[in-house]
């Protein structure tokens, strides 16, 4: 297998390089994980300032508003961004799941008007699948929608659902035929946030962030053409919108920068008493060569997986396990920087004392929930099981 890119690729690569030196927000320094209303402002400004360029989605379709790129230059776009630490989150769930949804699913009205919306970062989504009774068994869900007229009323609750009190519109799925299997009598909805009966509650995570909420429907009345494809097969498009989060690229390319700040760190810090440093000691030297062999694996993993849609095959497994390795490799790599820094590494970020502005602290916090978000662990072993080993269900 040939791992190098193409000329074209690598011209692309240091456009991207280029153009991120003089348009990363001033001061910005890389925090993703502090959800505040002068953190959107910043990631709204910086999706705008991507629309200049039409790389808020860069590999969608030329009409839809993106560029038409190539699977390996979209994969090359997200490395870049993400090994800078760039401010990419307002437009994420549009570019990702909802955008792609309504391409394959939408009508020319329902495309007219939100994908331009999205790729000119005028318009940020939030995703409505998980319930309290409904996560990993997402089938099970209760939130209604009931024919009424030229409308839909819903009821029920979503939880877990990032973004909502900032977000525009939501993808919605609701059950419209409860005497149906629970998996056919489910329909998919776009959903405009400014609905009456629609009100958000925070959800506190243990970084002491508001980015999750809980999304509460009371007869809200949604118009029949926000009915995104055919009623009651909205669990199959759902299932779409997962499979667009393939590659885990990201976590990839976000280990490696971590683990060029940990290096750096070690060989600037002295051990007390015996004049090394951290990097001299063996047990450091280890722990440094696990993290580097582990985040090449992770990005290896990435790239099969980018590298089979590129010949239009269709990642399943492979996603699985690109998936679960990289989640459980950033969750490592935080782990390891905090026990090589001691106990300096689990101070707060705001204290004066913390190394690294306390990045390794607050990955841990984010990564741990990352087990759950995005299909759990013991999701993704099912999928590698079955399908990848051909085991039986247990």
């Known amino acids: 297998?040939?791992?190098?890119?193409?000329?074209?690729?690598?011209?692309?690569r240091q456009e991207i390089r280029d153009w991120l030196k003089g348009n990363l927000p001033e001061d910005w320094t890389g925090d993703r994980f502090t959800r505040s209303d002068e953190n959107r402002n910043v990631y709204r400004d910086f999706a705008k300032r991507l629309a200049t360029k039409n790389w808020v989605a860069?590999?969608?379709p030329i009409e839809y508003g993106g560029l038409g790129l190539s699977v390996i230059e979209q994969l090359i776009f997200n490395e870049e961004m993400s090994y800078a630490?760039?401010?990419i989150g307002y437009s994420t769930i549009g570019v990702g799941w909802a955008g792609?949804?309504?391409i394959v699913y939408g009508t020319d009205q329902q495309k007219k008007q939100h994908l331009s919306a999205i790729t000119n970062a005028e318009t940020m989504w939030c995703?409505?699948?998980?319930?309290?009774?409904?996560?990993?068994?997402?089938?099970?869900?209760?939130?209604r929608a009931v024919?009424?007229?030229?409308?839909?009323?819903?009821?029920?609750?979503?939880?877990?659902?990032?973004?909502?009190?900032?977000?525009?519109?939501?993808?919605?799925?609701?059950?419209?035929?409860?005497?149906?299997?629970?998996h056919k009598g489910i329909s998919y909805f776009l959903v405009d946030m400014k609905t009456p009966g629609i009100s958000t509650r925070p959800l506190i995570d243990m970084m002491n962030n508001h980015g999750f909420n809980e999304v509460f429907f009371e007869n809200a009345r949604v118009p029949r053409d926000c009915l995104l494809g055919e009623e009651n097969r909205g669990w199959y498009m759902a299932t779409t919108t997962l499979d667009f989060e393939r590659s885990s690229i990201g976590g990839a390319v976000g280990a490696r920068k971590m683990l060029e700040e940990l290096t750096e760190y070690t060989r600037e810090t002295p051990?007390?008493?015996?004049?090394?440093?951290?990097?001299?000691?063996?047990?450091?030297?280890?722990?440094?060569?696990?993290?580097?062999?582990?985040?090449?694996?992770?990005?290896?993993?990435?790239?099969r997986v980018a590298a089979m849609q590129a010949r239009g095959l269709v990642p399943n497994y492979e996603s699985s396990i690109a998936k679960l390795f990289n989640t459980d490799m950033q969750l490592r790599m935080a782990k390891a920087g905090m026990e090589i820094?001691?106990?300096?590494?689990?101070?707060?970020p705001k204290s004066k004392w913390v190394p690294l502005k306390g990045r390794f602290e607050r990955q841990y916090l984010w990564q741990t929930g990352l087990a759950v978000g995005g299909g759990t662990t013991e999701i993704q072993k099912n999928i590698i099981a079955q399908r990848g080993l051909g085991m039986p269900r247990g």
Request: glycine share 8%; charged share 25%; aromatic share 10%.
């Open 127 to 143: 995703q409505g699948f998980s319930e309290p009774n409904a996560g990993s068994d997402l089938a099970n869900l209760a939130t």
């Open 100 to 102: 792609p949804t309504i």
């Open 58 to 60: 860069p590999n969608w």
């Open 341 to 348: 820094m001691g106990l300096y590494g689990q101070l707060d």
């Open 147 to 182: 024919k009424d007229g030229d409308d839909y009323v819903i009821n029920g609750q979503k939880i877990w659902t990032s973004g909502a009190h900032y977000a525009n519109w939501m993808i919605l799925i609701a059950r419209t035929d409860q005497e149906a299997p629970k």
């Open 1 to 12: 297998m040939d791992f190098r890119f193409s000329p074209k690729e690598e011209t692309f």
């Open 271 to 303: 051990v007390p008493g015996n004049g090394h440093r951290l990097s001299d000691e063996i047990p450091v030297k280890v722990r440094l060569a696990d993290a580097a062999i582990e985040a090449e694996l992770g990005r290896l993993l990435s790239y």
């Open 85 to 87: 630490n760039a401010p």
